[in-house]
Structure formats: structure tokens, C-alpha cells
């Protein structure tokens, strides 16, 4: 498995936890945004779009106070 094809689910399951956080916590784009210096409209491309990871996830973890924690395929960190 290429590299790539590793990333691209990760980054779906990153947007989906984002999304479900903002949700929980009745966070809007708008305000997240704020929050972490960026346009509305750049924060809602990287949560629906198709690409990498952005440079900005740390941003926007900090922001809903979560971190990211990559875990191999066996389970350990």
C-alpha cells in the first residue's frame, strides 16, 4: 500500500472526528474559524475537501483542545 492510499482514509476519519466535535460542542465553522485566525471559507475547504492534511489541523486541535495521536497498524503507539 502506497503512502498515499494510507493518508486518504486518515484524513476522511480526521474531518469526520473535527466535524463531530464541532457538532458536540455547538462549535460553528465561523467561530472555529475565528478562533484559530483563518477565513471561514479556507476552514470549510480543508473539512470537506479531497486533499492532504492541511498545516493547520494542530491549529484547529488546539482550538477544540484535542490532539492527534498516530497509532501503527499493530496497535501500539
Known amino acids: 500500500m502506497s ?3 494510507k ?7 480526521i474531518r469526520r472526528q473535527i466535524k463531530a466535535v464541532m457538532k ?4 460553528s465553522q465561523e467561530l472555529l474559524a ?3 485566525g ?3 471559507t479556507n476552514l470549510n475547504q480543508m473539512l470537506n ?7 493547520r489541523w494542530q491549529d484547529i486541535f488546539n482550538a ?3 490532539k492527534l495521536v498516530l497509532i501503527d ?5
Open 73 to 77: 497498524d499493530d496497535g501500539k503507539d
Open 24 to 27: 458536540e460542542r455547538g462549535i
Open 64 to 66: 477544540l483542545g484535542k
Open 49 to 55: 475537501a479531497e486533499t492532504d492534511i492541511p498545516q
Open 7 to 13: 493518508i486518504t482514509p486518515m484524513n476522511k476519519e
Open 3 to 5: 503512502p498515499r492510499s
Open 34 to 36: 475565528e478562533q484559530i
Open 38 to 40: 483563518m477565513r471561514r
